[in-house]
Nanobody, 121 residues
Framework: QVQLVESGGGLVQPGGSLRLSCAAS????????MGWYRQAPGKQRELVAT???????NYADSVKGRFTISRDNAKNTVYLQMNSLKPEDTAVYVC???????????????WGQGTQVTVSS
């Protein structure tokens, strides 16, 4: 079993900042890409940012220049630093990791339960 646990969400005013964390634990041999997705009420889940094990990053156009994704491979943790937050960033943010499991070396996508981010004055 592999678990992803997110933290760091909350309520922030427009223009503010938040930092999300997502820690993976369990039967992990290695982790390939990790990323953050978000889903606002009434909308489909969308990609926010991804990062490979080597540190290459990819961002949605809507967050470029404002959000920064990073990871600590030793801790199996991915972070999302969110600056200059806007009301349209309000959503449930969900962590994703492409995990290679111990013993079986099977590869599969693992998802967290999500953390709410609300940007409002």
């Amino acid at each position: 079993q592999v678990q992803l646990v997110e933290s760091g969400g909350g309520l922030v005013q427009p223009g503010g900042s938040l930092r999300l964390s997502c820690a993976a634990s369990g039967s992990i041999f290695s982790i390939n890409a990790m990323g953050w997705y978000r889903q606002a009420p009434g909308k489909q889940r969308e990609l926010v940012a991804t990062i490979t094990s080597g540190g290459s990053t990819n961002y949605a156009d809507s967050v470029k220049g404002r959000f920064t994704i990073s990871r600590d491979n030793a801790k199996n943790t991915v972070y999302l630093q969110m600056n200059s937050l806007k009301p349209e960033d309000t959503a449930v943010y969900v962590c994703n990791a492409n995990v290679v499991r111990k013993w079986t070396y099977n590869e599969y996508d693992c998802w967290g339960q999500g953390t709410q981010v609300t940007v409002s004055s």
